[in-house]
């Protein structure tokens, strides 16, 4: 644990003292909310605060102050410094010659303790929490207990709230002076936290030059209080000086997100300046120019001041988050629903106007307004949320076309031969395309010789004879015909494949999108159907090779085996990234230009092409992700330990047990074949205990010594009868394992039985003599 110097003790203990008496103060002195006015040497009340205590009991206006406490009203401090009572313990009224006693007040309405006790209370806690893992896991610099610093200042301002309003003197000096010092605070942490970074965009003067500003201000302010003589005229310099400083504050962060938006800190720089936006906007634009501009504030001050939580979650999330979500992707989303429920909310807003009861002022309107708009914004991200996660599920995705392409790649994986292959996709192709019948054949392209997998009516092979003659095809051609259509999936020079179908259930044509599905299909089938094709000619050549006394192949043989399968995975990977991929953000980017466009069309049409737009941008989310299963991303400049650390990461988001993983002792520098090798083996074990272990705990353990590597694995799972050697081309699982270790010239070790867990332990050396280069 880091040591806390006295200094920090002493700043720690200013701010949660003030805050258990600002806290002290709001329990024992209710809000009462009472504006008065100076009338014929008397004070008679003019107006109530609506969370006030005098809302609450129906304090009547234009009614003459007796006495505060049972003594003149001019002796009261809030009577004649802010003509405002407050701290009474009670007081006397005259309305209309009639005498009202309001004695012991002390009871506090439910908004009172929400507004001003416990959600200020509960932020102060929380900075206080924020603050802590700040200092425990920040490296120790200057910036750091800067922002420690203004967390603090910021939430001791919000708690100040309580006691300023009931006109208490240092909690309306510590609210003027935390609120006022909190921007510059935040402007000097980032002059201090971009300079250790390196970065520069402003001078440091500027800061001085606001703190000296501050200075002369709390000055004032402190003299006028404290000396009970507070001039009407310095009411408003406060809030004025501090809109000055948010200015500045947000024109510090925007000018360097401008400048350095395209470099590594860019996204560090939208981080920050959305945080600061959420923080400020609300109070900036809905509280303070309002008052200032209005004389009457859209939100109450204490709303406004709890999105001031936005900024140390912001700043806690940077520094304890080693990758950051994709803002820009956030922020554009945030973006077209702010835009897309505008109308809505001004219709809806309009309308409740027109049906209340009782007229309303602009001020109203808006707050209406602006509590619709927050509303469907927050409806409409929490539905794209919730299609993500159960579109899968939902009976109206099963025609979803790139519901669809996910549910053929995903079921490509299960596939070991093309008969199956095309099974699976006729399958789909009839459910989504709603077909009324569907064969699959094949054609030699020099006899006049058929192989279908079903029996196919005589008039469509004639049919078909008579379009096939014509011209020569390419993958992903389309035929159609007055008898239905086709799309090619395979084409050589011996045969042609194709998928046909008798025609739709509804009497339609083949529309666009139908046509890009089927073309995208087909070429993903034709990449699997010719990999299959080699893999299968491959292993017959390499099953004479074996060994039959160990089953196994030669070390040799198995590396060149497991190399050339890494190989037709990556390039399968290419393959994808190159055509289909590429092709899905082409259709992306000319949607998005579609949308652009055409502005002024109907919200309808505008919604359903968005719908589109979101359907591909998912399809190419899908699309990278297989990619990267054929391919770990970055496995060469990650290296091994940190890649098994990703690997382990994805693992236990989609499984029930917990991974222990240790490489302690693991410094071999290691080629990439058997880095590779060993991220496969850690794959395979993972599989097998997501599939067949039930185990809750899994470890992982990585070392070295200096000739040889050692991998253990153990679970504590249901084990298996390891009695009996599984072929490795009968069942691609433990045998894969052992004739990977094999190609390692490494040995394996399994302890497992029914019920008692599994143990695998690998080791092997370093160096092999001969490299294997395919």
Request: charged share 20%; aromatic share 14%; net charge neutral.
């Amino acid at each position: 644990m880091k040591s806390i110097k006295w200094q920090q003790v002493a700043v720690l203990l200013f701010f949660i003292l003030s805050s258990g008496y600002l806290i002290m103060i709001a329990v024992t002195h209710p809000f009462l909310g009472i504006n008065l006015e100076e009338r014929n040497g008397g004070w008679s009340i003019v107006s109530i605060d609506r969370e006030g205590w005098a809302a609450q009991h129906n304090l009547p206006l234009d009614a003459s102050l007796i006495s505060v406490n049972g003594k003149d009203p001019n002796d009261h401090l809030t009577v004649n410094m802010f003509n405002e009572l407050e701290m009474a313990k009670s007081f006397t009224l005259e309305k209309d010659g009639q005498i009202l006693s309001f004695p012991n007040i002390e009871e506090a309405s439910p908004v009172h303790w929400a507004l001003y006790i416990i959600l200020p209370g509960l932020f102060f806690l929380a900075v206080l929490a924020i603050s802590y893992l700040v200092h425990q896991r920040v490296p120790r610099r200057f910036s750091a207990h800067q922002l420690t610093l203004f967390f603090l200042a910021i939430a001791t301002g919000y708690l100040s709230n309580s006691g300023a309003v009931r006109d208490d003197l240092y909690s309306t000096f510590l609210n003027t002076g935390l609120f006022l010092i909190s921007p510059v605070i935040l402007i000097h942490f980032l002059y201090n936290y971009f300079n250790e970074l390196g970065v520069s965009w402003f001078s440091k003067k500027l800061v001085y030059f606001l703190y000296a500003v501050i200075l002369i201000v709390s000055g004032f302010e402190s003299f006028f209080l404290f000396s009970h003589d507070y001039p009407d005229s310095f009411n408003p310099v406060p809030a004025y000086i501090l809109s000055v400083l948010y200015l500045s504050l947000f024109f510090v962060i925007y000018r360097g997100l401008y400048l350095h938006r395209a470099t590594e800190y860019g996204t560090i720089f939208k981080y920050m300046s959305v945080g600061m936006t959420i923080a400020f906007f609300p109070y900036i634009w809905l509280y303070l120019l309002p008052t200032l501009v209005f004389k009457e504030a859209i939100i109450p001050l204490e709303i406004a001041a709890i999105f001031l939580i936005a900024l140390p979650v912001t700043f806690m999330y940077l520094i304890t988050r080693e990758r950051l979500i994709d803002i820009s992707f956030v922020m554009s989303r945030f973006r077209y629903y702010f835009l897309l429920s505008i109308i809505p909310s001004i219709i809806i807003a309009l309308f409740c106007g027109f049906i209340a009861r009782i007229p309303l002022n602009m001020i109203t309107y808006f707050q209406i307004y602006l509590v619709i708009h927050l509303l469907l914004i927050s409806f409409l991200s929490l539905k794209e949320v919730l299609d993500f996660k159960l579109q899968r599920f939902l009976f109206a995705a099963r025609y979803s076309y790139h519901e669809s392409m996910h549910r053929i790649s995903r079921d490509m994986k299960n596939q070991s031969n093309a008969v199956d292959l095309m099974k699976v996709l006729s399958d789909e192709i009839r459910n989504v395309l709603h077909v009324k019948e569907i064969y699959i054949y094949s054609k030699h392209n020099n006899k006049n010789v058929y192989c279908v997998y079903e029996q196919m009516p005589a008039d469509i092979l004639q049919d078909l004879d008579g379009q096939l003659d014509k011209q020569t095809y390419d993958i992903g051609t389309i035929i159609e015909t007055n008898r239905g259509f086709g799309v090619i999936v395979g084409y050589s020079l011996e045969k042609l494949t194709m998928l046909w179908c008798r025609g739709k259930k509804d009497f339609t044509t083949l529309n666009r999108d139908e046509k890009t599905y089927l073309q995208t299909i087909s070429h993903n089938a034709n990449i699997a159907i010719e990999n299959m094709s080699l893999i299968e000619d491959l292993v017959k050549e390499l099953r004479r090779l074996r060994n039959d006394q160990t089953q196994q192949y030669p070390a040799w043989l198995s590396r060149l085996l497991f190399t050339i399968a890494e190989n037709q995975r990556k390039q399968l990977s290419v393959d994808l990234h190159d055509t289909v991929l590429q092709e899905q953000l082409y259709l992306y980017r000319k949607m998005d230009d579609l949308i652009s466009s055409h502005r002024s069309a109907s919200a309808t049409l505008q919604a359903e092409l968005t719908m589109y737009k979101e359907s591909l941008l998912d399809s190419i989310h899908l699309i990278r992700e297989t990619c990267n299963e054929l391919r770990p991303a970055f496995i060469e400049e990650l290296g091994l330990v940190q890649s098994l650390k990703n690997l382990i990461n994805q693992y236990q988001l989609r499984s029930n047990f917990t991974v222990y993983f240790t490489n302690i002792g693991f410094d071999a520098e290691l080629d990439q074949e058997r880095i590779l090798a060993v991220y496969r083996i850690v794959q395979e074990l993972l599989t097998n205990a997501v599939k067949h272990s039930d185990a809750k705990i899994v470890k992982l353990s990585l070392s070295n010594d200096q000739e040889q590597v050692k991998l253990l694995y153990s679970d504590n799972g249901k084990g298996m009868d390891f009695s009996f050697r599984r072929d490795l081309f009968s069942h691609i699982g433990l045998s894969g394992i052992e004739q990977r270790v094999n190609g390692l010239n490494g040995q394996l070790t399994v302890n497992t039985a029914l019920g008692d867990g599994f143990k695998m332990t690998i080791t092997f050396p370093f160096t092999v003599n001969k490299e294997v280069q395919v």
